[in-house]
């Protein structure tokens, strides 16, 4: 169900993450299992991925994953722990074990049809990649969707630090408070929210309330819920039911 309440902003382009919210993607997958011989992978639950890790840059998620699961020296571990991770994910996409999300899909292709100005901005290395092997008709790829693309680009500043999304919109040229950022992490909300930006959370693993906590404008369960007119006329507005 749709949380949170229908911003007064005008809105003039929307700015997409890419795992977790237009990408089923393999990284909390790999995240795991990349703690074989660490630790017991099983405390890496969905949840835990959502709190500490999901939107960070690797190294970053290497940290703050050790840290939180009391690995000694986690510091020392990290840069390891996360060249382990990219092994396993490189493996994990050549074999095609990701897909897109429909709604999101349907959410991002209602946007460009409508005339709105559209983003994709991703700390993951990966996401191009993967993005480009989304086909769409007649001869796309989900990565044509976007006026601009920031993904994967070396920033002095991680998420929850705005720097991405504040590059995106300039290259977008527009005002970051009139930009909509989509994200499913909270480390995204804040960076949204420390951007000047409206944030919408996307719900996919029951965490709506870590979303809610991160002060996300609006939370939804699907994207499917939200009103693409509104958007496109300038607000942010969940569909009436």
Known sequence: MPSGNASP????????????VLLASPHERAWREALYGIT???????????AHVAGKPRLDGARAALRQLGIPDAAEH??????????ILEGL?????????????RFACALADGG?????ASSSKNANQMMRLIALPPDQTLL?????????????????????????????????????VVEDAPAGIE??????????????LRDEGLLRAARAD???????????DAVIAGRLAARET
């Open 191 to 204: 960076a949204a929210h420390a951007g000047g930006m409206l944030a919408l959370g996307i719900a996919r």
């Open 40 to 50: 017991d992978p099983a405390r890496f639950t969905s949840e835990f991925y959502q």
């Open 144 to 180: 044509d969707l976007f006026d601009v693309n920031v993904c994967g680009r070396d920033f002095a500043h991680g998420k929850p630090h705005p720097e991405i999304f504040l590059a995106a919109a300039s290259e977008l040229t527009v005002a970051p408070m009139s930009c909509l």
């Open 116 to 120: 709105m100005r559209l983003g994709v």
């Open 93 to 105: 996409i050549a074999s095609g074990e990701f897909t897109v999300f429909p709604d999101a899909l």
């Open 218 to 228: 609006l939370v939804v369960t699907t994207l499917d819920a939200i009103d693409v």
């Open 78 to 87: 990290a840069l390891a722990y996360a060249d382990r991770k990219q092994h």
């Open 9 to 20: 902003r005008t809105l003039s382009a929307v700015i997409f993450d890419v795992d977790g």
